[in-house]
């Protein structure tokens, strides 16, 4: 039986608990966005392209699993979900848990219509609550196929960076106006990894905390790239690091069989 999670009651039964915490471990899947795709700014051409260093290879050897990454750039919790189905519809997931990484675009807004409509109101691509129901429901129908889910926190970002790289061109007086200030949109991001955190928490979704990681490593903007929110080289092994602590916890607790 599968217990209501998100909307209803929060708490699952100690048989599904004691069920989910035995499953073995050994096939992997990873659907996010371009965090985990290993996307970055290319320095001199300051183009966005493909340079992931999170050693997949290192984890899979360390803990004998099989890791197949389906990350999207641009990705959010709303399309993951309508990914995920559809995989799952057409029987093409063949895995023992999924990682899901989701809340960067989400959080984010149409920075062009914030400049040219300061006074008016301006919603997130996925407003807190279609992003709580949305994961909530894809954690569900994960379980409910006997897929162990396992959601991750979001990397800080570098506020100034961001405000400058992605209001290039527009009118950032504009923006400022309708922001208050540039630190509202750390505020703003940080936000949505603690959703994930207090969900995975009334849930009992095994969490990943990538944000932990580069907190506690103390040098954000050093490992973030140009545009203040993709990690740079430096900050994919602050991943990797995350995920090997995650797995070695996971391991010692019982709750991934490996």
Known sequence: MVCAIISGT????????AEEAMKICRRVEV???SLLKGVQ???E???YHVDNNIDVDGIEKTYSLSIRNFSKFGCTITRGFSLIEKRLNRNAVFCDAIVMDYGGNDCDFNWKEVAERPDDEHLPKTPPDVFVETYGKTIKLLREKG?????TTLPPLDAQRFF??????????????W???VEAIYRWQEGYSRIVQKFASETNTLLVDVRGAFLKHGRVRRVL???GTHPNTEGQRIITQAFMDFLENAKASGSIVL
């Open 41 to 43: 700014v290319d320095p």
């Open 164 to 177: 400058d790289w992605f209001c290039r061109g527009l009118n950032k007086a504009n923006v400022l106006k």
């Open 10 to 17: 929060n708490k699952r039964c100690a048989a599904c608990e």
């Open 31 to 33: 659907f996010g966005d």
């Open 45 to 47: 051409s300051m183009l």
């Open 179 to 181: 922001l208050g200030n």
């Open 147 to 151: 897929i162990l889910p396992i959601v």
């Open 225 to 227: 790239c140009e545009d």
